[in-house]
């Protein structure tokens, strides 16, 4: 999709397949002070020496209580190791390593269909065995809870299951409060092992503890679990590579163990993380004030999405579009499934230069006030012409 939209001379075309925060007038960066203090982070971290297998000390830590709570019982009671990742990714790749080495109850994982393109990839290389279960429901453009129950109820006892923390990819739709509950009594109920993908914890609703609720009430069960965290959108260090994985365990010598297992894991795989990235966010995770300058930002930039979901809503309703729009303002976090299929899609690229994967999935944070009524006017054209 980048290289087409690249090789588009055309002054009006539009990238919304880009899964980077963009700003108002589309600059792929941080407002505001936070950019200072990012400045000031990477002007004190001057060490060159390698880190531990494990990663930054401070960073793991910190990392730990920001998606567990800092009053976390499984903190507390030292039943959590934590191992600096190498983002999101890397944090994947080496829980579902360490999972198939030493997970003895099922080589599988169940992952919600659809989900992020890299997951099945992920898993199947590290030697598990991938299966998929309803998520999405096309009709409603919604949560297909009940068919979300029935395939976890059928899933082999002890298998494991992929669960997005919030702000799913590539849907934007996340279950309720209420929803999540049935979702862990079943799990338990069953067996399974949850393992978070927690990739935009605070850009999804602007709040970072909100935004764990779904991860910290699998933990408060004194369950087991894994959460694999990226520092990528939430902190804008994309290129950084920030991430951290979490597992929670049933006593604090088997979190101890596992540690170890973990260390096997990774000093072949990569040997050590990079130092910057963890240092910036160390530094802003213990400092109160820069901890409080971030989460202005963070919230800044959620609103921003929201606003933008809002008025492409807007403008549709305002156009007469035919169909039910509101799943655009009732999803959340940086992507949208619009329902436009793949036809619908390529129209828009041709005669509008809009840019987009082809399942219709498109970047909030890639659209401005500028660009919604572009937006809107194609997606216009594309239903208009089909129906």
Same mark, same amino acid.
């Given at each position: ?15 919304? *397949? ?6 108002? #007038? ?5 407002? *505001?002070?936070? /950019?200072?203090? =990012? ?17 930054? +000390? ?5 990392? +730990? /209580?920001?998606? $567990? ?25 080496? *829980?579902?390593?360490?999972l198939a080495r030493h997970y003895h109850e099922q080589k599988t994982?169940?992952? @919600? ?11 199947? =290389?590290?030697?598990?065995?991938? /299966? ?30 992929? $669960? ?29 092992? @949850? ?6 914890? *605070? ?6 503890? +909100? ?7 699998? #933990? ?23 991430? &951290?994985?979490?597992? #929670? ?31 910036? #966010?160390?530094? !802003? ?13 963070? /919230?800044? %930039? &959620? ?24 799943? !655009? !303002?009732?999803? !959340? ?22 840019? %987009? ?9 890639? $659209? ?6 572009? =937006? ?12």
């Amino acid at each position: 999709v980048t290289v087409a939209y690249n090789k588009d001379t055309s002054p009006n075309k539009l990238n919304l *397949g880009v899964g980077a925060y963009r700003t108002e #007038v589309n600059f792929a960066e941080w407002t *505001g002070k936070f /950019k200072l203090i =990012l400045a000031c982070v990477f002007g004190r971290s001057r060490v060159k020496e390698y880190l531990g297998i494990t990663g930054l +000390a401070d960073f793991n830590k910190l990392s +730990a /209580k920001l998606i $567990l709570g800092a009053d976390s019982p499984a903190i507390q009671d030292n039943r959590v190791t934590t191992v600096q990742c190498l983002s999101g990714t890397g944090s994947l790749r080496v *829980g579902a390593e360490f999972l198939a080495r030493h997970y003895h109850e099922q080589k599988t994982i169940c992952i @919600p269909n659809p989900t992020w393109g890299n997951h099945p990839k992920i898993f199947n =290389l590290a030697g598990l065995s991938v /299966k998929t279960y309803r998520y999405y429901d096309p009709a409603t453009k919604g949560l297909d809870f009940q068919g979300l129950l029935e395939d976890l109820g059928a899933a082999p006892s002890g298998a494991i299951v992929l $669960l997005h923390a919030c702000a799913h990819n590539p849907t934007g739709v996340d279950p309720t409060l209420e929803q999540w509950e049935q979702i862990r009594q079943l799990i338990r109920s069953k067996q399974l092992l @949850p393992f978070f993908d927690s990739a935009y914890q *605070g850009f999804a609703s602007g709040s970072l503890d +909100a935004d764990a609720e779904s991860v910290r009430m699998f #933990v408060a069960d004194g369950g087991e679990c894994l959460a694999a965290q990226s520092y990528a959108k939430n902190m804008g260090l994309y290129g950084e590579r920030v991430g &951290a994985l979490s597992i #929670v365990c049933k006593a604090a010598d088997v979190a101890s163990r596992v540690e170890s297992q973990l260390k096997l894991v990774i000093r072949p795989m990569y040997s050590n993380p990079p130092i910057h990235g963890a240092s910036i #966010v160390a530094a !802003i995770l213990k400092d109160s004030e820069m901890y409080r300058e971030w989460t202005v930002e963070l /919230k800044a %930039m &959620a609103d921003r999405i929201l606003s933008m979901r809002q008025q492409l809503f807007e403008a549709l309703s305002a156009r007469g579009t035919p169909g039910d729009w509101s799943h !655009i !303002i009732k999803q !959340i976090g940086m992507f949208t499934f619009t329902g436009l299929n793949s036809e619908q899609v390529a129209f828009m690229t041709k005669e509008y230069h809009i840019y %987009m994967t082809s399942d219709g999935r498109i970047s909030m944070a890639g $659209l401005s006030s500028r660009t919604v009524p572009h =937006l809107a006017d194609a997606i216009h054209a594309a239903v208009t012409r089909s129906t």
